[in-house]
């Protein structure tokens, strides 16, 4: 059985709830396809969300991370392909109240990493089962795009083998009245996502 670490973020913003911390503490402890899920919820916080996310992923010889944020905007599962090192969000705070601009993530560090994902499988697969889904080229440049880069940095780094990327969900209904999605359909995507892994 392989070992996934699956994450998602705390609330942030005016956001009463975050749909990837839901998702994300749904799946834990359980068997999903091959792998056995631990999950984790991440601070929406420009410094310890990598520190625990490092933590984790140092401690737990992991063979898929996954990691999942809202994009409130969205309106399909965004694949995300590609982690700049950059955080450039002159508007959001943090939950610490931080604003950081135009700052790389990684001095040293390369301009950008791509997700070790099956991405078109798992969009073949979501589109199939009527969940739908879009290849994204930016996870944007706030906390979900330093997580992710920081997720890939250290797949490059420390462990090339592990499949390791990160996956924008909408919000579900109880978040944005328009929105067409459940919690339950938003878990599902998830399963097919690790089902394709
Ligand atoms: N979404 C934000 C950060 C936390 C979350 O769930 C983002 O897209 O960067």
Aim: aromatic share 8%; with cysteine.
């Amino acid at each position: 059985m392989g070992k996934l670490l699956l994450t998602g973020f705390e609330k942030f913003l005016s956001f009463p709830t975050n749909p990837s911390e839901e998702v994300a503490k749904r799946l834990k402890g359980r068997k999903v396809g091959k792998y056995q899920c631990d999950s984790i919820t991440l601070p929406v916080d420009f410094e310890e969300s990598v520190a625990i996310l490092s933590d984790t992923l140092e401690k737990g010889s992991y063979d898929l991370a996954l990691s999942l944020g809202l994009a409130y905007s969205r309106e399909v599962i965004s694949l995300e392909r590609v982690a700049l090192n950059l955080i450039d969000d002159g508007v959001r705070k943090d939950n610490k109240g931080r604003i950081i601009e135009d700052k790389q993530i990684l001095s040293e560090g390369v301009n950008a990493y791509f997700a070790s994902l099956p991405l078109k499988k798992i969009h073949l697969a979501l589109n199939e089962a009527g969940l739908k889904s879009e290849l994204s080229l930016s996870a944007g440049s706030y906390v979900c795009n330093l997580v992710m880069y920081h997720l890939l940095h250290f797949q490059n780094t420390i462990s090339p083998s592990m499949l390791a990327g990160f996956i924008h969900i909408p919000p579900d209904a109880s978040l944005k009245r328009e929105s067409k999605w459940t919690l339950d359909q938003l878990e599902e995507a998830i399963h097919i996502v690790i089902n394709n892994c």
